[in-house]
Each structure stands twice: as C-alpha cells, then as structure tokens.
C-alpha cells in the first residue's frame, strides 16, 4: 500500500535537549537528503545508521541547524516505510524551522497519530496494539507501563485470535452439518460440538472480563477521595504521597475549601487522589460550598480513605461519614499516633466493618508503607506479577467483549434448547466479528480515523 510522505515534530513541544522531526513515505530520505549536507548523500547511506551533518535552507545556502539524522529503510521501521529522522537542538525556532524546510520539499504535514495508523495499515501492528501505543505514552506507574508494554507486544491480540480461531472451528463444524443434512446423528453431534467449544470460549471470555476493573485502573487510575473533619491530616496525607505541597497545612480548620486533585504513584498503582474539604456542619458560605462539592465528589470515588483523629475521641460528625461512604471500597486511617490516644478502637472497628484499619503518624512519617501496600493489595493480587496476566484496559475493548460475550450466551441457550444448529451459527458468527474489531479485523474506515485522530500529531 502506498502513502505520500509525512512529517511532523515527534517531541514534546517546547525547550529541551533534542527535539525530533520524523519523516515517514516513499520519498522521506530524498526530502530529508534535499537539506541536510554531511559526509555522505543520505540516499547512499546503510539502513538503520546515524549521520553528523546541518541542515541547509537549499535556496540561500544558509545553516539553520546542526543535526543528527537516522535513516531507516522500509519494511523494518515503525511504519514499514522509509523513516528518516532529524535530530535538532530542543530550541522551538530551530525545530520549526527544519519542519518547514521539509515541508517545502512536496512533504505533507502528518495529521494525529497518522504514523502509527501506517503502522496498522500496513499490518506491522493490530489495532489493539496501536491503541497501546498512546496507554504507554500516558501510562502514570511502572504497572501501568507494565501493562501497556504487554499489550503492544501482542499478548491481548494473541488471545483474541485463539478465540477467533476456536470459533472458526466451531462455524466449519455446523458448515458441514448444513452441508451434508443426510446424516442422521449429523446434527446431534453438532450440536454437542459447538455447546463444548462454546463454553470454552465463554470462560476464557470471562477471564478477560474480570481484568477490567484492574485494567481500568491501570489506564485511568484509582479515584480515592480522602474524607475527615477538619484538621486531621487530610491534606497532610495528600502532600505526603504526592511528595510535594499541593494542599494548604495548617493548625485552623476549614483551611482547605474546595476539591484538590493530584495524581500519584502508590505502590505501583495510580491513584487519582482527591483532597476534600473537611466534611462537617458550617455556617461559613465558602466552606459550605467546599463541603458541598466534597459530599458530591465522594459519591463517585474508586476508594475512600477515611481519616480519623487517634489523639481525640469518636465524634458524631466521624461516625456520619462511616454512613456516608457505607457501600464505597474504603480504608480507616488512624493519624496522629505519635500522639496519646483516646480513641475507641473497638467502635472504630465495629464501624469499619470489613474495611481495614490502618495506624499511622504522618508526622513521623510511621505506617505510611503500611497504608501504600493495603491500597494495592484491595485491587492488586501480590501473589501475582503483571505478566502473569492481561489486563482488559481500554473501554473500546472492554464494551466488544461484554458484546461478545451476549452474542456466545445467545449462541450456547440455543445449543441447549436443541435448536437447529444453524440457528446457533448467527450468534457464533456475530461473535466472531465482535472480537474482530478488537484487533481490526472486521473494523469500520470511520471508526479507524476516529480512533487515531485521539492520538499526539507526531506519533
């Protein structure tokens, strides 16, 4: 399949050490070659080689940048094109300045993530893959990270191709049961055939599916809201996993008035961590509306850490919020132990109920990698590496499977009730292309577009 040629800048935009121009098409060594002048012509050069050389304006003969310039030859580059690309100084004049050059030279801008759809394209990668490609980019933790890589590298793809794959079997089985209908037991054996592989598929659909909520976690990070009256640590605890002052620390209560938002690594899990105002009745009109959108915030959240004061005793307003997140995954923090303590730790634990309660000092900086290791552990089986399974992380994905899963069950109920097997083979089917667009197989032009445009213009 053949393209024109594309360029665009594929670092960050701003001042750095390098930024990168990166050209992709048939012509992309002898539009890069046109301005760049070093020791050798870049159409003569070895593949997979890096040349010293500057950047030439080829009207004026003027120097606009010293660069390095890597020359790829297709098909064993990214997007299994010709791939050239231009090292410049991080400086956003000169980078542009080598971008526009190139663009002179019958070279097209790239539209979003228009290299990694030449990539799927042109079959290097699924479509499942190159949706990774952006969960790498974006990944917040070495998990997530973890994941992102497994998924690039095929693992998700290979098992929906196994599933595609057993299905197959299954439609050429009842193919020759339509086909040859003159057999008297054709279709009872059939039948039987296709309900076994059918359950097969199912639970290994059901494997995948209960990934999910630790997938999504992993792409979209955990939502914990950290809930307590006033002045008792929670913005404290919030400056501490985000190791930086993002929340206001003080002595008065009511200081913190509106919702703090900050992402967080904790123990290899990203948190969305949301820093409440101090829930409790007020007459203050801002510290009202701070408790207000506190209140709203919690009814959303992944996790609640619920911070209690272990130097005071168990007020009303504490054994209201144990109400107000009854139902929502949470952890009782006890702050404050470096302190005597006058809390009921019986009633605390009887108003936890299964949640775990967890002592620490923040300002001794005691327990916290206690608390770090019970948040993975609620979500995260520490028996278990990332490798040791595939995380269903991307939405897109997630809905196709629960689709596909529908379609299976509609298929295997009629095995069951002993309906002609072609009656089953329209469910079996239907699955088969909804895990098909999983990986692109069987996915719409209009979708594809869609899905890339979500990407950065220079991946």
């Not at 992309?28 to 593949?47: C, E, M, P, T, Y």
């Not at 005597?340 to 002592?359: K, M, Y």
């Amino acid at each position: 399949m053949d393209y024109d040629t594309i360029a665009a800048v594929s670092t960050p935009i701003g001042e750095g050490a390098i930024s990168i121009v990166r050209l992709s098409g048939p012509e992309a060594i002898q539009a890069a070659d046109r301005v760049f002048r070093g020791s050798h012509s870049l159409a003569k050069v070895k593949s997979h080689t890096i040349h010293y050389g500057k950047i030439l304006d080829p009207e004026t003969d003027q120097v606009i940048e010293e660069v390095m310039v890597s020359v790829m030859r297709k098909p064993k580059t990214f997007t299994r094109e010709d791939v050239v690309e231009i090292n410049c100084h991080g400086g956003l004049v000169s980078v542009n300045k080598v971008l526009s050059l190139i663009l002179d030279q019958d070279v097209r801008l790239a539209e979003p993530g228009e290299f990694t759809k030449r990539a799927f394209l042109n079959g290097r990668i699924d479509l499942s893959q190159a949706e990774a490609v952006m969960d790498l980019i974006r990944a917040k933790t070495d998990r997530a990270m973890t994941a992102a890589m497994s998924q690039m590298e095929g693992r998700l793809s290979k098992l929906v191709r196994d599933l595609r794959k057993e299905l197959l079997d299954i439609l050429a089985a009842v193919e020759v049961n339509i086909d040859y209908p003159e057999y008297d037991d054709a279709e009872v054996v059939t039948n039987r055939l296709l309900l076994d592989k059918a359950l097969v598929v199912s639970r290994r659909l059901d494997q995948l599916l209960s990934t999910a909520k630790q997938g999504k976690i992993l792409r979209e990070g955990l939502s914990t809201v950290i809930v307590g009256r006033p002045n008792v640590g929670k913005s404290s605890l919030l400056n501490y996993l985000a190791h930086e002052n993002k929340a206001i620390v003080t002595d008065v209560p009511g200081t913190t008035r509106d919702v703090i938002e900050e992402y967080v690594n904790v123990d290899g899990v990203p948190l969305k961590l949301v820093d409440t105002a101090g829930i409790r009745d007020t007459e203050d009109v801002v510290e009202k509306i701070g408790v207000e959108r506190s209140r709203r915030v919690l009814k959303t959240a992944d996790l609640v850490l619920l911070l209690l004061n272990y130097n005071e005793k168990l007020t009303d307003e504490d054994r209201s919020l144990f109400e107000a997140t009854r139902g929502i995954p949470s952890i009782v923090v006890l702050n404050k132990t470096d302190l005597p303590g006058q809390l009921d730790l019986d009633e605390v634990r009887a108003l936890a109920s299964e949640n775990p309660v967890i002592q620490l000092s923040l300002l001794k900086e005691e327990g916290i990698k206690n608390l770090e290791q019970t948040i993975a552990s609620l979500f995260f089986d520490h028996g278990a590496t990332l490798n040791d399974e595939t995380y269903v992380s991307n939405t897109r994905h997630l809905a196709l499977l629960k689709q596909a899963k529908s379609a299976l069950s509609d298929a295997i109920s009629a095995a069951e009730h002993g309906l002609p097997v072609d009656m089953a083979q329209i469910d079996i089917k239907r699955t088969w292309d909804i895990l098909g667009e999983i990986v692109g197989d069987t996915v719409s032009d209009s979708l594809i577009n869609e899905l890339f445009s979500k990407f950065c213009l220079g991946k």
